[in-house]
């Protein structure tokens, strides 16, 4: 089951938001200080950001967090997958499948965009299966 994040799922989901974000999925390592933002983000007001929790017979599989904005490049609602997180023990069970599948039908038209470590192979794999492609250019922040 794919569900909202609630406040009963925080300290779950920050053991797996440490796990991911130590992963070689990840660029970056995150802190715990920003990991609480993110969640209190997904749990409180904040119209940007969403977050969903993989669910089965009351136990969390993993988690995902989704933020919205416009796309002036493509004209129409953008939506970044920012975090897909299954949990060893339950991946190849079509959790992040569902996933996909999920948010793209609750945001038809919308242009779907993410980011993946190339030697993520798998994760690679079930992007392009929903018809991900790179986009050939550099991201930057400050």
């Known amino acids: 089951m794919i569900r909202h994040m609630q406040e009963r799922d925080r300290a779950e989901v920050l053991c797996m938001m440490r796990e991911f974000y130590a992963s070689d999925a990840v660029w970056s ?3 715990d200080e920003i990991f609480g933002a993110d969640i209190d983000s997904c749990l409180g007001d904040c119209p940007f950001l969403e977050g969903y929790v993989f669910e089965e017979e009351h136990r969390l ?8 904005s416009f796309s002036t490049e493509f004209g129409k609602p953008c939506i970044w997958l920012e ?7 339950f991946r190849d069970r079509g959790i992040g499948s569902a996933f ?11 242009i779907f ?11 690679v794999h079930v992007y392009e299966k929903y018809g991900f ?7 930057m922040k400050k």
């Open 113 to 123: 965009r993410l980011e993946v470590e190339p030697e993520n192979e798998r994760a």
């Open 61 to 68: 599989q993993g988690y995902a967090m989704v933020a919205k």
């Open 29 to 31: 390592n995150g802190s």
């Open 100 to 110: 996909m599948s999920y948010v793209q039908n609750k945001y038809p038209g919308a």
């Open 83 to 89: 975090d897909i997180y299954v949990m060893p023990a």
């Open 133 to 139: 492609s790179v986009i050939p250019y550099m991201e």
